[in-house]
Each structure stands twice: as C-alpha cells, then as structure tokens.
C-alpha cells in the first residue's frame, strides 16, 4: 500500500470536507497504522503519551468515517483503505459519499498480454464506449449532486461545495434549494 497517495487522498478529502488539512499526528497515526503499528509505537516516533495518541486517533477516525460515509476505525482501516482502492497508481478515482468513481482497472499480471484479450471481449461487447462514458459522466454527475445535502450539513458554502465538486455554482444553489 502507498502510503504517500493514501496521505495526499485523505488529506484533500478532509480539506473538502472541513476545511483543515491532516496535521502531523494525525498523518502519523495513519502511516503507523497502515504499517501495522501500536499508538504505543507511534506515540514513541511522535515524541507524545500513548494516550494522546489514542484519543486523537479516536478523533480522526471519526473525521475519516464522516468524510468516506462508512465507519472506520484502527481495525477496518487498512482493510476499507484497500476495498475503495484509495492507493491504486494504475487509475484515478474519486470517492463521493458512498460512490466509488473510477477509470480503468488492471489486475492482471501480465497487462500487455490480456490487452489482446480485453480488446476483443470490448470488440464483441454490443454496448457503445460512447454511449457507456456519457453513462459513466451522469453518475459521475449524479454522485456529486446527491453529496450536496451533506455537505450543506457540516456547513460549507455553496461557493465551497461548488469548488470542491467542480460544478457550477448555479447547480449547486439550485440543488440546495
């Protein structure tokens, strides 16, 4: 697991979402716990009590499960980390509530090799491209205007969300009406 690209994910989902970016504990507590460490251990590295480091990491699990719209916490992390693919190099996604918004996937061990493959299946598959990326836009779309309500509940500003989102400001109040 990256465990820079799941750092630089979470701290632009948190900055989205509150407006503060992960601070140096808190991106401790992370790294420790992707590489398998007690707070006791991280604590040490972090030059703080086994206690502080315990309930500020109760703190961000808190932050993290709000911003990914599922429960996290020490024992799930890792695992939920890896379920959403937050550290795949290979595709870009974007995580929005409960939807997971991605490009391509490749799995296989030997790409170069099952492209051939992956193309004729593409080739024989009735289904237009075009027609499933203006599918796959309108989720996409979709996704965003759905998460609008809960972003207006933590308090941000129609001029926040629309940033945030990438939408147009004038979507945004509509939505928010």
Known sequence: MD???VLKYLDEQ??????????SLQRAIIKGVINGQKYADIAKEYQ???GHAKDEAYALWQIISEVLGEDLNKSNFRASIERLG?????YKSQIIGHY???GNINHCSNPSQNNEKLESIVRE????????DGNIEKERKLAKLETIPRLVKIGLTAEQIAQ???LPLEEVEQKMR
């Open 48 to 50: 703080c009590t086994r």
């Open 125 to 132: 598959t009735p289904t237009s491209v075009n027609d499933r």
């Open 3 to 5: 465990v820079t690209k």
């Open 164 to 166: 945030a989102l990438d």
């Open 86 to 90: 937050v550290d795949k190099s290979h």
């Open 100 to 102: 997971v918004i991605g």
């Open 14 to 23: 948190v900055v989205a979402q509150t407006g503060k970016h992960l601070d």
